[in-house]
């Protein structure tokens, strides 16, 4: 089995086998897992060496599974751009590369966000109307159902960029939750137009020509209350509240296991507690999400993520191909790009 | 008893009676309450008729309260400016003016918010280095010795603007919690200096040289965890972050709940259940707060506030005067304004 093809239905996932705190042997494990759900090739792209050892006890000829050698790894922290012109044949440049020379339908990384987005920038290039790469998704089960996109990626937005992330974020919606017209909102002070910061204002007019299911601005309340599919918002607001909300569950957890005490058994209040700690939490049953605005497939996940969190990741990345993601954010962002004189 | 000169140690309070949804009656019960408390002669600012029908049955000779007529009552929703225009008389302008006329030691309303502070920016200016009142206060229980400012008064602020927040939070600090040397936080999207957004990363440099007791950059994270007495923030994600926990709490006590039904007895329940969303919502104990940076005491509260909060608001207005507050915050304000060279 060559990277080149695979047979008809398999979807050829470049695996940055280095990237990650708990890389390679996490990595490699994971695409163990992920290619026993069927479907898929890993490629699993890092130090030759380091990887023959980790699958020495298998037989590779019989496993959907390729080792491409690599030189290097980004660590988190590192200036991306300096890195990668430092160290061209890291790990996660050669991963990407895999799937801009179509050996690979998609990219999975656990290593440093900065550094995907920016190899992600230059080989992939982003669609039609995206400046920069940004990510999205839900921020707690307690509102399962809504993206809030940008969370952290995108600092001092302009306004296109805003409609850019309302665009994705309905594809977005729509492809994982089944929802047919996802109500887009802005994020801001007050529900009435008008009310917000300058970018706010600005972004009102795009998105109101969009011809997206825009319903105006929500509030802080909203977002927890599910009142929208699409949360917009500046990747500082959508860190911010993210980081908040994880850590209610942390702190509410606490309090709960304590108050609990005097009425449960400890098990009961354990587990009570811990409900709330994942209702407060992202949602980590995906593993990780696609780098959004890309003109190829990269899911990018925790750096701190286990085996089962990588095969997550990599199984996301199948479903990604085969819903053709890309492909359909590409053609919305362009009947949109031609419909809003931005 | 005049409006004029009180007995020596009563503070007068010009009460907005027309402002907020129960107006005039909750205002005037409260007013009966707050001065059963002593130290407190209460000025009814409201529509005379109005006012002598919710007193008719006390005998106002013998209580330190005193009607002071004013015609009109600016609405919640209204412009707040050319409201003033058009009703130079209305009660928030009034009770203002007592306060300026040194016929009233502080002000107190449940009115619009607005109007309370474009009148009391005309009528009583704002204190040297801030160029508009602001609001914040604790936003939740979960960290109770921790002010958040600023909570939506002011968007897109200038970086001198979140250096006077850092002042006017350290002072707020300083007095409601007895903390000596307020720790004084940026909210950004990571701790180190130089992340965050263009606001931040300006903020940051004066901070830095005003002489708080400025420890850098915090996360949402470290909000919840009270990380910091002094959060400072545009009142855009203030705003945002205060009624996320809102939503939170309510979207909480209903999950606990149900979760809590097969365990404990309904009542328990409940009480574990309402005890989450006090936990995660504005602290009502107050009443109201300040407005800040203003030259004047003014007090505003919630427009919904029953007798109680508008005594407790009463009351705080009190502590307001007796504690110098408005001196403290002039005199640290003058103090970082001659060390920044904003």
């Known amino acids: 089995m060559t990277s080149e093809q695979a047979p008809a239905g398999m979807v050829r996932v470049a695996i940055d086998a280095m990237g990650g ?4 042997a996490a990595m490699v494990q994971g695409a163990l897992e992920a290619i026993a759900g069927g479907g898929i090739v890993a490629l699993l792209v890092g130090d030759q060496t380091a990887l023959e050892q980790q699958v020495a006890h298998l037989d590779l000829s019989k496993l959907p599974i390729k080792i491409i050698p690599s ?4 660590k988190e922290g590192e200036n991306p751009v300096s890195a990668l012109r430092e160290k061209p044949k890291a790990s996660i440049s050669v991963a990407t590369q895999l799937v801009k020379l179509g050996h690979a339908d998609a990219a999975v990384t656990m290593g440093s966000t900065g550094a995907a987005m920016a190899v992600s920038m230059f080989a992939l290039g982003t669609l039609e109307g995206v400046e920069r790469p940004s990510l ?16 952290g990626t995108n600092v001092d937005c302009r306004p296109a960029q805003l ?13 994982l939750f089944d929802v047919e017209n996802p109500r887009v909102a802005l994020l801001s002070v007050g529900a009435e137009e008008g009310k917000g910061n300058r970018q706010v ?3 009102y007019d795009l998105l109101k020509q969009s011809g997206l299911n825009f319903i105006g601005n929500i509030e802080g309340f ?16 959508g860190n911010i509240l993210m980081k908040f909300s994880e850590g209610m ?5 606490g309090w709960l296991l304590q108050s609990l005490e005097a009425h449960l058994s400890e098990e009961a209040a354990a587990d009570v507690a811990r409900e709330i700690r994942s209702l407060t939490n992202v949602v980590e049953g995906a593993g990780g999400g696609p780098l959004l ?3 190829g497939a990269v899911i990018v996940g925790h750096g701190r993520a286990q085996a089962t969190e990588v095969a997550k990741a990599i199984r996301m990345a199948k479903y990604v191909v085969d819903i053709g993601f890309v492909a359909s954010l590409k053609e919305e962002l362009k009947r949109v790009h031609e419909r809003v004189s931005a």
């Open 222 to 237: 909203d977002v927890v209350a599910g009142n929208a599919e699409v949360v917009v918002c500046d990747g500082f607001v």
């Open 249 to 253: 569950g942390v702190v509410l957890e």
């Open 71 to 74: 030189d290097g790894v980004i």
């Open 21 to 24: 705190d708990n890389a390679p």
């Open 163 to 175: 409609l850019s992330f309302g665009v994705i974020g309905s594809v977005l919606a729509n492809k």
């Open 136 to 151: 999205g998704g839900p921020i707690f089960s307690i509102a399962p159902k809504t993206v809030v996109i940008d969370l």
């Open 293 to 295: 605005g890309v003109d």
């Open 201 to 203: 204002k600005e972004a």
